[in-house]
């Protein structure tokens, strides 16, 4: 006969009310009867999934790393799609960011959230902790076994890119990444490189580069074009003739090192982005790249978590598609009139 929460309330000496509180990591309680009653629920083999709470509270969790709107505003929209979403159907959503030295638990207990959306990057102890709370989590813009998820097609959007770039007459580009932790960066590179496969055309590794670790965005994707360009010279090497970069920001990084340089875009060097971010549409030249619906991320995590499901952590993945967008960055070979 399988254990239910009456059999652990009484193997811990507490109330059923207080183990409900303790799997559901509610507050009201101290930190040893927590965790004495999870360890009891665990030793007895209790699924704490029977616990089904009626979702009210939803929390938007987010690295710290990515909580600096103003030089990468990509969550910023999604979470407004979030927020619009939770309103919609009424509920109370909350936004936590969280680094790796933050006490998580407790923050959790003060949030009380009846579940979580988990967006971005976060490292494996996090999520690892988070799969314990046996709450409905939702991953947006991230992918791990045992986790619903929503993400963005990333591999369709760098083929499009990549395809586009081959059909202007480039064949020399460059692929400017970051941190393959993260799913969304590892994916586009992975893209990045089947299209040359696909295209039939060598790949040449020394033109993929990733951002430095440490650096704040756009310092760090300046460094990255600043290295491509030595490193050409330095071989004696063609310069690239395009760049994709794994996002708009450091597209625009990397496009300001190259006119600094005195290199002209596209007539040198064409650029493209992904995201299609504000500052894609309005830089000089306007920014070639891969619109992603943003707030739709949002909205469609808000949906996962209230899927009904008979375990609120079954895995199901969900892909948002691309566009993609010309612009004035990366215009074809012969349209470019040299004065």
Same mark, same amino acid.
């Given at each position: 006969?399988? $254990? $239910? &929460?009456?059999?652990?309330?009484?193997?811990?000496?507490?109330? &059923?009310? #207080?183990? %409900?509180?303790?799997?559901?990591?509610?507050?009201?309680? %101290? @930190?040893? $009867?927590?965790?004495?009653?999870?360890?009891?629920?665990?030793?007895?083999?209790?699924?704490?999934?029977?616990?089904? $709470? +009626?979702?009210?509270?939803?929390?938007?969790?987010?690295?710290?790393?990515?909580?600096?709107?103003?030089?990468?505003?990509?969550?910023?929209?999604?979470?407004?799609?979030?927020? *619009?979403?939770?309103?919609? +159907?009424?509920?109370?959503?909350?936004?936590?960011?969280?680094?790796?030295?933050?006490?998580?638990?407790?923050?959790?207990?003060?949030?009380?959230?009846?579940?979580?959306?988990?967006?971005?990057?976060?490292?494996?102890?996090?999520?690892?902790?988070?799969? #314990?709370?046996?709450?409905?989590?939702?991953?947006?813009?991230?992918?791990?076994?045992?986790?619903?998820?929503?993400?963005?097609?990333?591999?369709?959007?760098?083929?499009?890119?990549?395809?586009?770039?081959?059909? #202007?007459?480039?064949? +020399? &580009?460059?692929?400017?990444?970051? %941190?393959?932790?993260?799913?969304?960066?590892?994916?586009?590179?992975?893209?990045?490189?089947?299209?040359?496969?696909?295209?039939?055309?060598?790949?040449?590794?020394?033109? *993929? !580069?990733?951002?430095?670790?440490?650096?704040?965005?756009?310092?760090?994707?300046?460094?990255?074009? @600043?290295?491509? !360009?030595?490193?050409?010279?330095?071989?004696?090497?063609?310069?690239?003739?395009?760049?994709?970069?794994?996002?708009?920001?450091?597209?625009?990084?990397?496009?300001?090192?190259?006119?600094?340089?005195?290199?002209?875009?596209? @007539?040198? &060097?064409?650029?493209?982005?992904?995201?299609?971010?504000?500052?894609?549409?309005?830089? #000089?030249?306007?920014?070639?790249?891969?619109?992603?619906?943003?707030?739709?991320?949002?909205?469609?995590?808000?949906?996962?978590?209230? @899927?009904?499901?008979?375990?609120?952590?079954?895995?199901?993945?969900?892909?948002?598609?691309?566009?993609? !967008?010309?612009?004035? %960055?990366?215009?074809?070979?012969?349209? !470019?009139?040299?004065?």
């Amino acid at each position: 006969m399988a $254990t $239910t &929460i009456r059999d652990v309330a009484r193997a811990a000496s507490v109330s &059923i009310g #207080t183990v %409900s509180r303790a799997l559901k990591n509610q507050p009201g309680l %101290s @930190e040893a $009867t927590r965790v004495r009653v999870v360890e009891v629920a665990q030793r007895l083999g209790y699924d704490s999934a029977q616990l089904r $709470t +009626r979702i009210r509270r939803v929390m938007f969790l987010l690295h710290r790393q990515h909580n600096n709107f103003a030089v990468s505003p990509f969550f910023s929209q999604v979470l407004h799609g979030f927020e *619009e979403a939770c309103r919609e +159907r009424r509920l109370v959503p909350s936004v936590l960011t969280a680094g790796p030295t933050q006490d998580l638990a407790q923050q959790m207990r003060l949030h009380a959230p009846d579940a979580i959306a988990v967006a971005g990057f976060v490292e494996p102890e996090l999520l690892g902790h988070l799969q #314990t709370l046996a709450r409905p989590i939702v991953l947006i813009d991230l992918c791990a076994p045992g986790f619903r998820s929503v993400n963005i097609d990333n591999a369709k959007g760098a083929s499009l890119a990549m395809a586009h770039l081959f059909a #202007t007459g480039r064949r +020399r &580009i460059a692929f400017i990444g970051g %941190s393959l932790a993260h799913h969304s960066i590892a994916q586009r590179a992975l893209g990045y490189r089947k299209a040359y496969f696909d295209a039939g055309l060598l790949f040449d590794p020394t033109l *993929e !580069i990733n951002a430095q670790a440490g650096l704040p965005a756009d310092l760090a994707a300046a460094d990255a074009m @600043e290295r491509l !360009i030595a490193d050409a010279r330095a071989r004696s090497n063609p310069l690239p003739d395009a760049v994709f970069a794994y996002n708009d920001a450091a597209a625009l990084a990397a496009m300001r090192v190259c006119l600094a340089h005195g290199l002209r875009v596209p @007539e040198d &060097i064409a650029f493209v982005g992904f995201d299609d971010i504000p500052a894609a549409a309005h830089s #000089t030249p306007p920014l070639s790249t891969v619109a992603v619906d943003k707030e739709a991320l949002g909205r469609r995590g808000v949906e996962l978590l209230l @899927e009904d499901h008979p375990n609120p952590l079954a895995q199901t993945d969900s892909l948002m598609s691309v566009e993609f !967008i010309a612009r004035a %960055s990366s215009r074809q070979k012969e349209d !470019i009139r040299t004065p």
